[in-house]
């Protein structure tokens, strides 16, 4: 069943409401155009195998994006595993529901051009690497999380696992440059990859580390990023209490990450003077 968002009815033993039984992308389109869409399609192909959930037809996907139209838009498309089984016993077969909303947008361009303040998280997150990598609908932790500041200024949480080792923001993916290389957290035990890191890391050499969030203070760069906001460079690093740990000045011999990025999304490059190109 596909049904859009405005439309959808959606029953109270629905699995995806009920257990988060299910998985979500999130999808720019430019004039239509789904951008990372083989990597979009990829990671939710994974994540039903994981689950044991049929995959939705190529050709349903594909199609959702025809109802976009012109300019700057996001497709969000969530995917439960319908209704039935008894408690958390699945339904078999089962039917999943697709649902799907498309909605403008407008980017953060001031956080491209300018950098954002981040703090550290006081919530862990927990270790299992049966579902570490895919988008799944049990979104709590990051959720808690968000909950932790109302400070406007601040834009960003980091988070680590339950060991202390850096994962990601709590929606966007996390890099730094340090001694002259790219690298990012590995993620084998929780968070969600990316699809623009994925694409990122089959164009640049980025290194995937196990390290706590002292590693930033050894950082010549640090950045945020994730395939509908593009990449952030990150100009301040708080604690979990507010107190300014790190600060960094935007230098554009740092921006090659962002300049790749902002390729692959149809973003444009940032200059010298932190100013829009070819917008």
């Known amino acids: 069943m596909d049904l859009p968002a405005f439309a959808a009815r959606i029953p109270i033993d629905d699995r995806g409401l009920?257990?988060?039984?299910?998985?979500?992308?999130t999808v720019l389109l430019r004039d239509g155009k789904p951008l990372l869409w083989a990597q979009h399609k990829a990671r939710l192909r994974r994540g039903?195998?994981?689950?044991?959930?049929?995959?939705?037809?190529?050709?349903?996907?594909?199609?959702?994006?025809e109802h976009a139209g012109a300019g700057l838009k996001v497709l969000k498309l969530i995917v439960t595993r319908g209704s039935g089984g008894r408690g958390y016993s699945v339904p078999m077969p089962s039917v999943p529901r697709l649902l799907w909303q498309i909605t403008d947008f407008v980017p953060q361009i001031q956080y491209w051009t300018e950098?954002?303040?981040?703090?550290?998280?006081?919530?862990r997150l927990g270790i299992q690497p049966a579902l570490a990598g895919l988008k799944h609908?049990?979104?709590?932790?990051?959720?808690?999380?968000?909950?932790?500041w109302h400070d406007p200024d601040v834009v960003e949480g980091l988070l680590c696992d339950s060991q202390g080792k850096l994962v990601e923001a709590t929606s966007m993916n996390l890099f730094?440059?340090?001694?002259?290389v790219w690298e990012t957290p590995r993620l084998d035990g929780c968070g969600v990859a990316g699809t623009l890191r994925?694409?990122?890391?089959?164009?640049?050499?980025?290194?995937?580390?196990?390290?706590?969030?002292?590693?930033?203070?050894?950082?010549?760069?640090?950045?945020?990023?994730?395939?509908?906001q593009g990449l952030w460079p990150v100009v301040r690093l708080d604690d979990s209490e507010g107190v300014r740990q790190r600060s960094w000045v935007l230098k554009a011999s740092r921006r090659t990450l962002q300049r790749e990025a902002h390729a692959l999304l149809g973003y444009p490059a940032i200059g010298e003077e932190g100013e829009c190109c070819d917008w």
């Open 18 to 25: 009920a257990y988060g039984d299910g998985l979500f992308e």
């Open 48 to 65: 039903c195998r994981v689950l044991g959930m049929p995959v939705p037809e190529e050709a349903r996907l594909d199609a959702l994006t």
């Open 137 to 148: 609908l049990n979104r709590l932790e990051n959720v808690l999380a968000r909950n932790e």
């Open 198 to 228: 994925a694409a990122l890391m089959q164009r640049l050499p980025i290194t995937e580390v196990t390290l706590g969030p002292e590693v930033l203070q050894e950082a010549e760069s640090v950045w945020l990023g994730n395939s509908v």
């Open 176 to 180: 730094w440059y340090r001694h002259g």
């Open 115 to 123: 950098g954002v303040r981040v703090r550290l998280c006081y919530l």
